[in-house]
Structure formats: structure tokens, C-alpha cells
């Protein structure tokens, strides 16, 4: 049976974040139910398809897939497990808001239901800040959701956090963490602020003070040693597990293993082609099938995709398994102190990860030829 994972989009937020890019709709509340019938069956529709297919993880993002409500999302898992051959141990992931994780008996519904991993958008302990970027929670609603995941029998928890927010300072940054760990997830996610093109932050940039690029990378590094000191081992550029709790849905993106998106604005990779869908929600719910984007990638094309997705990883590449130009800078990246050669595989190190963009860049072009 071939692996596969899926991934099921929710659009639904309560408000839009001021550096969201993703596919999300506020005040669209009205067409939840709508599109819970739209998601079954979408997932019906690949039913024949993934006969040959053993779903070992499943992830609910968005948007806020906490903000569908505990009904319909059981419903939708319900769905996934009619729809799909569902492995034993499974991981079933939902993404939540704090503010919508208050319930301890919806919280329970779902864990009932199958799901095994929450993943907490707390983004900072700071009201201030959180304020600041738009997010309508408060950390009390961040430690009330943690304590009642707990309760609800959830084992397997992930908080989120981003570092260089308006006005933040180094001190501000290492009394989040501080906050963090004292509500000791199983996994943390540390994202550095990126002002994306048509978010309402790029368009109001001008009135924050951001931290330059400096002092992110000081943020970093900073979470780097302290998330290790406190038994966090780092297995990617951004996130950090207790032994044996990394993501096993995000890890097959990295690992070029098949999976399937549902959902208006979510991508897929299986059987040998790459499409995702328009974001487009009126579109789905017509039931139209419209795409964003197509391609079959070439076996020169996933060669060169495989090594630049190990090198986000702390597993790294194999070095046997680059052309010799491509060594040659990974020879030259650890003389700097950027990456190491270990056990007979290069990985980059946490300096090396800050400039991996150019790093990789340098790397394509050398497999190019």
C-alpha cells in the first residue's frame, strides 16, 4: 500500500491576522455548512483513487479549522474515514485559535472523534503584541486552551510562535519562549515575520517599527540554543520537538512523500503530478474544479526539489548522492561555519539555515548544469 497524507483546508477565521497570506475568510460564516458538504464530497470523489492508499496523517489547517465547530469537524473526519483507508496511529491534526479552544467538552468531541494533535496558534505571550498584529486572543485564552487540551486527554500538543513582530525586542522575544515552555508542548513552530505582498501589513509597513534582519536572526539563534538546553531538538529550519514528536504530516512535505489537498487553495503531490486549487471559494462550492497551478515535475526536477527540502532538514543530504560542484560548496559553506559533514551527511547549521536562500540558490545552479 503506498503512504499517503491529506490535507484539508478551512477558510473560516474570525478575523484576518495583518500578515496572513493565506487562502482565509472572515465573516463567511454562512457557508460553513455548505462547505462541509462540499469537502465530503471531494473526498468521496477520490475514493477510487486512493483504494491502493494507506492515509497514515492527516492535517486540518487554514484559516482556523477550530472556528468550523467540533460537529462539523468530526463530520469531516468521519468523511476521511469513509472515504479513505485510515492507518492505525494515524496522525490527525487540527489547528486552533486559543479562543476557540475555551470548551473542554467540544475539545474531548474531538479527541474522541480521532483527532491526536493540536497545533495552538499562540504566537506571543504578550497581549500587546498579539494586539498588535490582529490576533483576537489573549494568553490567558493560549494557558486556558492548553490546560483544557490536556484535560480533553490531548498528548501531542504544538504551539506556534513568531519572532521580529512590530516593536518587539530581544527581551520581549525570550519572555515568550519563557512563556512558552512553561506550558511544555510536545512541539514548538518559530517563524520569523515575513511582510508578504497584499497583506494589510505590506500595505501599512510604514507605520511599525520591525526589527531588521539582524536582530531576527539574533531571535533565532537565541531559540536555537535555548529550545536545546530545554530538550527541544531541532528538526527542521523552524521547528523543534521533544524526542520522537516531530511533525509526521509536515515531515512528508520535506521527505517528498505523496499527499492530497482538499479545499479551495490547497496543493497535492501524488501520483507523479503537482496542482492545487484556485482560491476560489464560491467556485468550490459549485462544485467546480479549478486550478491554480499543474505540472508533472521531471525526475531532474524532484532531484533537485529533494535536496534543496533535505537541507531544510537536520537530517540533511546524503553527500554521495550530490555532483561534485554541489559538494564543493557545501565544502566551502562548513570552512564558514554554515554547514557540517557528518556520518556522511551534509546538513546546514543555524548560521548556515539563515542564509539558506542563498545557499540553495547556489546549489540550483550548480544541479542546473
Same mark, same amino acid.
Given at each position: 500500500m503506498r503512504s499517503l497524507g491529506l490535507y484539508i483546508h478551512i477558510p473560516f477565521c474570525k478575523a484576518k491576522c495583518i500578515y496572513c497570506d493565506f487562502y482565509s475568510l472572515p465573516r463567511a460564516e454562512g457557508q460553513m455548512d455548505a462547505y462541509v458538504s462540499a469537502l465530503t464530497a471531494q473526498l468521496a470523489a477520490?475514493?477510487?483513487? +486512493?483504494?491502493?492508499? +494507506?492515509?497514515? +496523517?492527516?492535517y486540518f489547517g487554514g484559516g482556523t479549522p477550530s472556528y468550523l465547530g467540533p460537529d462539523r469537524l468530526c463530520r469531516l473526519l468521519d468523511a476521511v474515514f469513509q472515504s479513505c483507508r485510515v492507518a492505525?496511529?494515524?496522525?490527525?491534526?487540527l489547528e486552533a485559535n486559543p479562543d476557540s479552544a475555551q470548551d473542554i467538552s467540544a475539545l474531548r468531541q474531538l479527541h474522541d472523534a480521532g483527532f491526536d494533535r493540536l497545533s495552538l496558534g499562540m504566537q506571543s505571550a504578550?497581549?500587546?503584541?498579539? %494586539?498588535?498584529?490582529? %490576533?483576537?486572543?489573549t494568553h490567558a485564552q493560549t494557558v486556558?486552551?492548553?490546560?483544557?487540551?490536556?484535560?480533553?486527554g490531548f498528548d501531542n500538543l504544538s504551539l506556534d510562535l513568531i519572532y521580529g513582530l512590530p516593536g518587539q525586542t530581544m527581551t520581549r522575544w525570550q519572555a515568550n519562549l519563557d512563556a512558552a515552555l512553561a506550558l511544555a508542548p510536545e512541539h514548538l513552530s518559530c517563524y520569523g515575520l515575513k511582510v508578504e505582498e497584499g497583506t494589510p501589513l505590506s500595505a501599512r509597513h510604514e507605520r511599525f517599527t520591525l526589527p531588521d534582519d539582524d536582530a531576527q536572526a539574533d531571535m533565532y539563534l537565541y531559540a536555537v540554543d535555548f529550545l536545546a538546553q530545554h530538550g527541544y531538538e531541532q528538526y527542521e529550519i523552524s521547528n523543534f520537538c521533544r524526542s520522537g514528536r516531530e511533525s509526521r504530516h509536515n515531515s512528508r512535505y520535506w521527505a517528498l512523500s505523496e499527499y492530497l489537498g482538499f479545499g479551495p487553495g490547497a496543493h497535492s503531490d501524488f501520483g507523479g503530478e503537482r496542482f492545487a486549487l484556485a482560491r476560489d471559494l464560491d467556485a468550490y462550492l459549485a462544485g467546480h474544479t479549478v486550478y491554480s497551478e499543474r505540472s508533472a515535475p521531471s525526475a531532474r526536477e524532484r532531484e533537485t526539489e529533494r535536496v534543496m527540502l533535505a537541507l531544510r532538514t537536520t537530517r540533511g543530504v546524503a553527500a554521495h548522492t550530490l555532483p561534485e560542484a554541489a559538494r564543493r560548496i557545501l565544502r566551502n559553506c562548513e570552512a564558514h561555519g554554515l554547514a557540517h559533514l557528518s556520518g556522511g551527511f551534509y546538513t546546514l547549521t543555524p548560521r548556515g539555515f539563515l542564509v539558506s536562500n542563498a545557499i540553495l540558490v547556489d546549489l540550483l545552479e550548480t544541479m542546473e548544469l
Amino acid at each position: 500500500m503506498r503512504s499517503l497524507g491529506l490535507y484539508i483546508h478551512i477558510p473560516f477565521c474570525k478575523a484576518k491576522c495583518i500578515y496572513c497570506d493565506f487562502y482565509s475568510l472572515p465573516r463567511a460564516e454562512g457557508q460553513m455548512d455548505a462547505y462541509v458538504s462540499a469537502l465530503t464530497a471531494q473526498l468521496a470523489a477520490w475514493r477510487e483513487r +486512493t483504494a491502493d492508499c +494507506t492515509v497514515d +496523517t492527516v492535517y486540518f489547517g487554514g484559516g482556523t479549522p477550530s472556528y468550523l465547530g467540533p460537529d462539523r469537524l468530526c463530520r469531516l473526519l468521519d468523511a476521511v474515514f469513509q472515504s479513505c483507508r485510515v492507518a492505525p496511529g494515524a496522525e490527525i491534526t487540527l489547528e486552533a485559535n486559543p479562543d476557540s479552544a475555551q470548551d473542554i467538552s467540544a475539545l474531548r468531541q474531538l479527541h474522541d472523534a480521532g483527532f491526536d494533535r493540536l497545533s495552538l496558534g499562540m504566537q506571543s505571550a504578550d497581549d500587546a503584541e498579539l %494586539r498588535r498584529i490582529g %490576533r483576537v486572543h489573549t494568553h490567558a485564552q493560549t494557558v486556558r486552551a492548553v490546560e483544557n487540551a490536556r484535560a480533553a486527554g490531548f498528548d501531542n500538543l504544538s504551539l506556534d510562535l513568531i519572532y521580529g513582530l512590530p516593536g518587539q525586542t530581544m527581551t520581549r522575544w525570550q519572555a515568550n519562549l519563557d512563556a512558552a515552555l512553561a506550558l511544555a508542548p510536545e512541539h514548538l513552530s518559530c517563524y520569523g515575520l515575513k511582510v508578504e505582498e497584499g497583506t494589510p501589513l505590506s500595505a501599512r509597513h510604514e507605520r511599525f517599527t520591525l526589527p531588521d534582519d539582524d536582530a531576527q536572526a539574533d531571535m533565532y539563534l537565541y531559540a536555537v540554543d535555548f529550545l536545546a538546553q530545554h530538550g527541544y531538538e531541532q528538526y527542521e529550519i523552524s521547528n523543534f520537538c521533544r524526542s520522537g514528536r516531530e511533525s509526521r504530516h509536515n515531515s512528508r512535505y520535506w521527505a517528498l512523500s505523496e499527499y492530497l489537498g482538499f479545499g479551495p487553495g490547497a496543493h497535492s503531490d501524488f501520483g507523479g503530478e503537482r496542482f492545487a486549487l484556485a482560491r476560489d471559494l464560491d467556485a468550490y462550492l459549485a462544485g467546480h474544479t479549478v486550478y491554480s497551478e499543474r505540472s508533472a515535475p521531471s525526475a531532474r526536477e524532484r532531484e533537485t526539489e529533494r535536496v534543496m527540502l533535505a537541507l531544510r532538514t537536520t537530517r540533511g543530504v546524503a553527500a554521495h548522492t550530490l555532483p561534485e560542484a554541489a559538494r564543493r560548496i557545501l565544502r566551502n559553506c562548513e570552512a564558514h561555519g554554515l554547514a557540517h559533514l557528518s556520518g556522511g551527511f551534509y546538513t546546514l547549521t543555524p548560521r548556515g539555515f539563515l542564509v539558506s536562500n542563498a545557499i540553495l540558490v547556489d546549489l540550483l545552479e550548480t544541479m542546473e548544469l
